[in-house]
């Protein structure tokens, strides 16, 4: 979660798009990590 939040703050939404689709495979009920995904969608522009 500390290196989607990196990338996130270097502006990489990307990878902290990336990063976060993976630990919701680990987490899949997390709720912070689907408003971290849905975040990052509207910013790269809808995945």
Do not use: A, V, W
């Amino acid at each position: 979660m500390q290196r989607g939040l990196c990338y996130y703050q270097m502006g990489d939404y990307r990878l902290s798009y990336r990063h976060n689709k993976i630990l919701l495979f680990y987490r899949p009920n997390d709720k912070s990590i689907i408003n971290n995904l849905k975040l990052l969608e509207e910013l790269i522009g809808g995945i």
